[in-house]
């Protein structure tokens, strides 16, 4: 029982350039996450998806696109990278009132 | 968007000392959650509190659920040095959405 998996674990990107954060969790758990945690700011929520085929914004939407490809898998879509997203991405699921968190992946934007 | 106000930002202490910190909010919150986070780690979580007044422990830690629902309480007695890290708390509302602190960082000098 891996619990909720990331990958990559780190990311250099160019500015432009685009790539997807792929989540997984293996828990059966309907809603799933995308956070972004910058110094200072603690978890800000950016999408998240409360069954498989649904997608709600979060705080911090602009500059993503998500899929929730299955119940098992919620992807993370930067299009055209800015510095600015430069951070931390946590994925996480969510059962009844708790919430699992992945390892994080580590996206630097130069 | 709503962050938990969460304090100290930060503590430096001598192992054996006990540990206090807070979480507090504008908002009522249904279920409040302790999580320690460590170096290139996703958040854990360390205590769920369901009810107005609960007292729960896990092992050392401690934690509270405010009578007013828009408070939280974690305590760490006898730190250890593998205590350092970083606690969040979070809340979640009736509208089922999860609101995170800054974080508390927590050094411990052996």
């Known amino acids: 029982n891996a619990g909720v998996t990331q990958t990559p674990k780190f990311q250099v990107l160019k500015t432009g350039q685009s790539m997807t954060l792929q989540c997984a969790q293996d828990?059966?758990?309907?809603?799933m996450y995308w956070y972004r945690q910058d110094p200072g700011m603690g978890l800000r929520l950016i999408y998240y998806?409360?069954?498989?085929?649904?997608?709600d914004k979060g705080e911090v939407p602009n500059g993503y696109n998500v899929s929730r490809l299955n119940k098992r898998e919620f992807s993370l879509r930067l299009e055209s990278a800015a510095p600015s997203q430069t951070s931390v991405y946590f994925c996480a699921s969510h059962l009844r009132w708790e919430q699992f968190f992945g390892p994080g992946t580590r996206l630097t934007v130069l | 968007g709503q962050q938990l106000n969460q304090s100290p930002q930060s503590m430096f202490i001598q192992e054996g000392e006990d540990v206090s910190m807070n979480c507090t909010s504008s908002?009522?919150?249904?279920?409040w959650l302790w999580y320690k986070q460590e170096p290139g780690e996703g958040p854990v979580l360390l205590i769920a509190l369901y009810k107005a007044g609960e007292l729960t422990s896990n092992g050392r830690l401690t934690a509270q659920f405010g009578i007013t629902r828009k408070d939280s309480f974690l305590n760490i007695s006898a730190s250890i040095p593998s205590d350092v890290g970083i606690y969040f708390c979070a809340g979640l509302n009736t509208g089922n959405q999860f609101y995170f602190g800054t974080g508390t960082s927590l050094t411990v000098i052996p």
């Open positions: 998806s409360a069954s498989e085929g649904t997608t």
């Open positions: 908002s009522i919150f249904n279920t």
């Open positions: 828990m059966n758990h309907n809603s």
